[in-house]
């Protein structure tokens, strides 16, 4: 074989080769201005004073977060929306950094389901996951809290690590199988995030960066 022929066909491979390792910025928060309510994130109708109060772009070494801060027991959620083909990018990555968390007994999260951090990825109006930084149970566990349609999901337990930044990886369209005993065959309706402490009536902060879909883990 000629050594053009032979080049000409390494191209032709390398252009028609998957790309993998990809990923897809969905929201790093660059693009807001500190001190406001993040660019492109919506709450629900009647909602946004309160939502200003709890969440706002913060910045530290040169890099914007959101900072959701609640003292007032609001439990609002902010949310976005994103066109995410999950068969290409079925992973969702972010970071979180849990500030204060509700103290609660062993148990009582049943009742009042507060967290510090919690990021939801919605499939429409029918069911959603919540990935949380949890007060009371471990990480790795879950509660179908209605079977089905909303499952919780722990990934981070404690005071351990608060304070620090933490990577996050998760499996959507695994878990979305592994959690409500069935394929996924359509696609997120996008991410929500809610801080909150209503139910404990305590304090809670989580700061929020890097969201991104990606197709590796």
């Given amino acids: 074989m000629s050594l053009p022929r032979a080049i000409a066909l390494a191209l032709l491979f390398l ?14 928060f660059a693009q807001a201005k500190v ?7 919506k709450t629900y109708p009647l909602q946004m ?9 913060a910045q530290e070494g040169g890099e914007n977060f959101l900072r959701a801060e609640d003292a007032e027991y609001l439990s609002v959620t902010a949310f976005r929306s ?28 049943r009742e009042v389901d507060d967290h510090a951090c919690g990021v939801f990825v919605g499939f429409g109006f029918a069911s959603a996951l919540k990935y949380v930084w949890s007060s009371t149970f471990p990480a790795g566990s879950f509660w179908a809290k209605r079977p ?15 304070g620090q930044w933490q990577d996050v990886t998760v499996d959507v369209k695994g878990d979305f199988e592994r959690y409500f005993g069935k394929p996924f065959d359509g696609k997120p309706s996008g991410l929500a995030i ?11 902060a989580c700061d929020y960066a890097a969201f991104r879909v990606s ?3």
């Fill in 15 to 28: 252009s028609a080769a998957p790309a993998r390792g990809a990923e897809i910025p969905v929201d790093g």
């Fill in 35 to 41: 001190g406001d309510f993040p660019t492109g994130w």
């Fill in 49 to 57: 004073g309160k939502a200003k109060r709890v969440y706002r772009v």
């Fill in 82 to 109: 994103f066109d995410w083909d999950i068969d290409k990018y079925p992973y969702l990555k972010f970071r979180w950094r849990a500030q204060s968390l509700p103290k609660m007994a062993a148990g009582e999260w």
């Fill in 148 to 162: 089905g349609k909303f499952v919780i999901v722990a990934r981070e337990f404690g005071e351990g690590r608060a």
């Fill in 194 to 204: 809610l801080s909150d402490g209503e139910g404990a009536r305590q304090r809670v």
């Fill in 215 to 217: 197709d590796l883990p």
